[in-house]
Structure formats: structure tokens, C-alpha cells
């Protein structure tokens, strides 16, 4: 399985502000980002971003398929109403949650044409096997059993942290705006706990850089 998460930051390292407005890219490279995602068999995000967004996680701004849309949610929180339910009965969509999630919010959902994959108790607690509840190292080896060899994860800043820090990410593709957000609240590529020491960072390898006339910068990086 590969694992590709990508990602659009202003200069100063957010990718959204601290109310939630993440509309960073370019027209230009959100095509970019429909081209990409038309290349997966999956696309990965946390709950977080769709109580935010609400998106629908498809392919439109090219021709090509629609990925699986897999939505990490422990507590069982996506609205009922949301585009990713209201079309689960038509593209192919999985729901990861906890055994924190209610039965009857479960059922509902398998009602609307979504599967729900229960992964951990979900019990609170800050261990990297199981952030966010969800047991992400099991979630990933179930989407590779079934047949989904190339994923992509367009995360918030915690879902990337946590995907990051359990080493199950091949590559990292990031956006750079020519913008800068600040605010000490707003959300960085990579939030979580960090690391006590730069040195004990993740170390990745740049393979490529594209200069776009809108002044992006999109950097691929490899991740040993």
C-alpha cells in the first residue's frame, strides 16, 4: 500500500485559520488535487474535516473515478445530513469509528448506504497505536485487504500528526500560498503532541518541487 498525504499551507505553516477556513489553494492546484484523486483507490480525512467543510470528496474538476471515501470518526459525529452520507448510497463510502459511537447513530448510517468498520473501545487516552480512538495501524490494513493499493489523506492537522508519527505515510505533497494566516490558534500541517526535540523529528527526503505562476510552490517529499 502506498500512502500519500496531501496537504496546502500559507508560509507560516497553516492550513487553516482558527475558525476553520481552509480555502487556501488555487484553482490551478485544486485541479491538481482532482488529478491526484482520481489516481487513489481511497481518500482519507477526519471527522474534524467534515464537520467543518462538509465536502463531498469527489472527482470534479477532472474526468476519472471517484475514490472510496474512508472517514476517521471515533465518536460517531458525522451529521446524517452531511454530502458524504447523503451519497453513500451511490459512491462507495466507509465509516472508522469506536465503540464510542451509538448503536442506533451506527444503523443509521449502514441505513444510508455507508459500511461502519468499529476499530478500538475508544477509550481517551494519548497512545500513538491508537490516536484518535480509531486504531489507524488496523483501519489501513483492512483498506489494503480489501484491494485499496494507493491511498490519500487529505487530513487535518491531527490525523496527519497521528498517521505520521506511526511511520504509515510514503509520501508528503504539500502546497505552499504565497499568503500568510497567522494566529496562534490556527491549524498547522502536523498538530498532535510533537516531539520534545527538533532531532527527533521526521526526517523526509525532497524528490520534487513545481513552480506554479501563481506563485505556489508544491514540494513532494519522500518518507523513509
Do not use: C
Amino acid at each position: 500500500m502506498k500512502v500519500i498525504i496531501n496537504g496546502a499551507m500559507t508560509v507560516d505553516g497553516k492550513i487553516a485559520t482558527a475558525s476553520g477556513d481552509s480555502r487556501i489553494s488555487s484553482k490551478q492546484d485544486l485541479v491538481r488535487v482532482h488529478k491526484l484523486r482520481a489516481s487513489v483507490d481511497a481518500i482519507v480525512v477526519g471527522i474534524s474535516t467534515i464537520l467543518a467543510d462538509d465536502p463531498r470528496l469527489t472527482v470534479r474538476l477532472v474526468k476519472g473515478k471517484n475514490p472510496v471515501r474512508v472517514i476517521v470518526d471515533s465518536k460517531g459525529r458525522i451529521p446524517l445530513d452531511s454530502q458524504i452520507v447523503k451519497t453513500a448510497s451511490k459512491i462507495k463510502t466507509i465509516i472508522a469509528v469506536t465503540g464510542q459511537a451509538p448503536a442506533d447513530k451506527i444503523q443509521k448510517i449502514k441505513d444510508m448506504g455507508a459500511q461502519v468498520l468499529v476499530l478500538g473501545a475508544g477509550k481517551e487516552g494519548k497512545s500513538a497505536a491508537v490516536p484518535h480512538g480509531v486504531n489507524l495501524k488496523k483501519l489501513f490494513s483492512m483498506l489494503e485487504k480489501r484491494g485499496l493499493k494507493r491511498v490519500l489523506v487529505e487530513g487535518g492537522g491531527e490525523l496527519n500528526w497521528s498517521l505520521l508519527r506511526l511511520g504509515l505515510v510514503d509520501e508528503l505533497v504539500v502546497t505552499i500560498a504565497p499568503k500568510i494566516a497567522g494566529g496562534r490558534l490556527a491549524i498547522t500541517l502536523a498538530e498532535g503532541d510533537g516531539f520534545d526535540r527538533i532531532a527527533q523529528g521526521i526526517q523526509l527526503k525532497l524528490g520534487k518541487v513545481e513552480r506554479k505562476n501563481t506563485g505556489e510552490l508544491v514540494l513532494h517529499y519522500k518518507l523513509p
